[in-house]
C-alpha cells in the first residue's frame, strides 16, 4: 500500500489521509528488525480542504499537533539518550519527516501555512 493516499472529490480536493511509516524498508529475512518495531505515524487530513482560505493554517495545525502526540507517547524510543531532556528535538524530527512525506501540492500548502504564521507570531 502506497504511504500517500489522496481522494480528489469535485473542485476542491478532500484529503481522505497520508499515511507515513517511518521505516518502511520490508526485512529480507526472519529476523525483525528494529524498523519494524518503529511506530508508525498516521496523519488524518481528511477534514482539510486544500480550497479553502484556512487550509494552509489548518495543515500546519494538524502536522504540529501530530508531531507533539507521536513523540508525547513514542519519544524514547525515537531520541538519542543525550537528547531527551529537549522534547523540542523529538517533535522537530517527526515534523520535518511528514512534511518530507507530503506531495508537492501539500508541501506548497504546508509551506504557505509556515510563512502566514510565522508573520503572523506575537514578537
Known amino acids: 500500500m502506497s504511504p500517500r493516499r489522496l481522494t480528489a472529490l469535485g473542485a476542491g480536493f478532500l484529503l481522505a489521509g497520508l499515511y507515513l ?5 520490508a526485512p529480507t529475512s526472519g529476523a525483525r528488525t528494529a524498523v519494524e518495531d518503529y511506530p508508525a505515524i ?3 487530513l481528511g477534514d ?5 482560505p484556512d487550509a494552509p493554517l489548518r495543515l500546519v495545525e494538524r502536522i504540529d499537533e501530530t508531531a507533539a ?5 513514542n519519544g524514547p524510543l525515537l531520541t538519542p539518550a543525550r537528547h531527551r531532556t529537549q522534547p523540542a528535538y523529538c517533535i522537530d524530527g517527526v ?3 511528514l512534511v518530507r512525506s507530503l506531495p508537492p501540492g501539500l508541501r506548497a500548502l504546508y509551506d504557505r ?4 504564521g510565522v ?3 506575537a514578537p
Open 42 to 44: 498516521h496523519l488524518a
Open 95 to 97: 515534523r520535518a519527516e
Open 48 to 52: 482539510i480542504r486544500t480550497d479553502q
Open 21 to 25: 511509516a517511518l521505516g518502511a524498508c
Open 113 to 116: 501555512g509556515r510563512a502566514v
Open 69 to 73: 502526540d507521536h513523540c508525547a507517547r
Open 119 to 121: 508573520a503572523g507570531a
